[in-house]
């Protein structure tokens, strides 16, 4: 397994322009000291981050990025609107941080969490625009909305990295209907915690027939294998300022194309084991969502038990081709507790828990 500056040197990357933190948060900063130190301080030219604004995390992970940043001598605070070059005609452009979005001002309420603090980026080269904003959300839940003022600035592109993963309160609809995104990326783990990606984003971007590629699976949501790509690897964007590719292993997809080629994509897209993921939301009250993958035809059986092992409900019970499948429990008769669902495919078996509460 190679470390994340491994990873570049791997590629022949041995000195970096600029290294950009998005924010504080542990999962976004965790693995840059690694970077800086892999290469080398003397072979990181500037590194940019939101600064030292209040509120700032008190952890070891922050502290270690502190560190190395410093310790490159060149670490900046971001300005909004501030222009990277990064040479041959490529630019990238900080249109929100710190709670402020580029021609608008301070978004209302963007100091409620580390996440609306977020950097967001648009790159451009030529033609192709590219977006990624580290988790800035859409809803005014538990977060700002800093997508909504966000989205007339950024405008139409051809790529994105999802908001916070794919969560629930970011990629509302006038986000995602002013950027239009063709391909749209999604880094989420498998087995997380926090049900990421939701369903309700993917039906969105399936709405907007724009391809969706996961960095894995995920706790959430699924789509159908056609509209998505299970990388359980790195993904690489390429371009030459007009086309573009997407690979991840030895799969490689050229963009702009026909969209209904993409349904070649799922040939290629095969899962590289069966896997029985965490439903969505858990605990839920009615309604929830189980999703799985084949790497194999199979007789597939899910159903769920009480604690007791009596079968409450059989879920699905039929022959299904190599994919992503995902199917939706229905509980509405049945009581608070805990239960168990378990899926036998082939020589496949697994269980999870789940709880309903009402």
């Excluded at 990357?13 to 542990?26: Q, W």
């Excluded at 300005?79 to 990238?92: E, F, H, K, S």
């Excluded at 300022?241 to 897209?269: E, F």
Aim: net charge negative.
């Amino acid at each position: 397994m190679l470390f994340r500056g491994d990873y570049l040197t791997s590629l022949g990357v041995t000195k970096l322009n600029y290294i950009v933190c998005s924010h504080y948060h542990g999962d976004h900063l965790g693995g840059l000291d690694e970077v800086i130190y892999c290469l080398g301080v003397v072979n990181v030219d500037t590194v940019f981050d939101r600064g030292r604004d209040k509120p700032l995390p008190d952890n070891t992970g922050f502290s270690e990025y502190e560190t190395a940043a410093n310790a490159t001598g060149r670490r900046k605070r971001i300005a909004l609107g501030q222009i990277l070059d990064l040479g041959g005609g490529v630019t990238m452009q900080c249109v929100a941080t710190n709670g402020e979005v580029i021609n608008y001002g301070t978004v209302s309420n963007a100091t409620s969490s580390e996440n609306d603090l977020s950097i967001g980026w648009l790159l451009n080269y030529e033609s192709f625009q590219y977006f990624t904003g580290g988790d800035l959300g859409g809803d005014t839940t538990y977060y700002a909305d800093n997508e909504t003022s966000l989205a007339a600035q950024v405008g139409d592109v051809d790529a994105m990295k999802i908001n916070h993963h794919g969560s629930r309160y970011s990629t509302n609809h006038t986000f995602l209907d002013s950027l239009k995104p063709e391909v749209a990326f999604i880094s989420v783990g498998d087995n997380n915690s926090y049900g990421h990606p939701t369903q309700t984003v993917l039906n969105r971007l399936v709405a907007a027939r724009c391809f969706i590629y996961q960095t894995q699976l995920g706790a959430g949501g699924t789509v159908t294998s056609w509209r998505a790509a299970i990388a359980n690897t790195h993904i690489i964007l390429r371009t030459s300022g007009t086309d573009y590719t997407v690979t991840y292993g030895r799969t490689i997809t050229t963009y702009p194309g026909d969209q209904d080629s993409l349904s070649a994509i799922a040939i290629k897209n095969v899962p590289g084991a069966f896997f029985l993921a965490q439903n969505y939301p858990n605990p839920f009250n009615s309604t929830t969502t189980i999703a799985y993958q084949l790497s194999e035809k199979a007789l597939v059986r899910l159903a769920v038990y009480n604690v007791k092992g009596q079968l409450i409900e059989t879920l699905v019970s039929q022959e299904q081709p190599v994919g992503y499948y995902n199917t939706i429990w229905s509980a509405n008769k049945v009581p608070t507790g805990l239960y168990i669902y378990r899926i036998d495919a082939g020589s496949y078996h697994d269980v999870r828990k789940c709880i309903i509460l009402k």
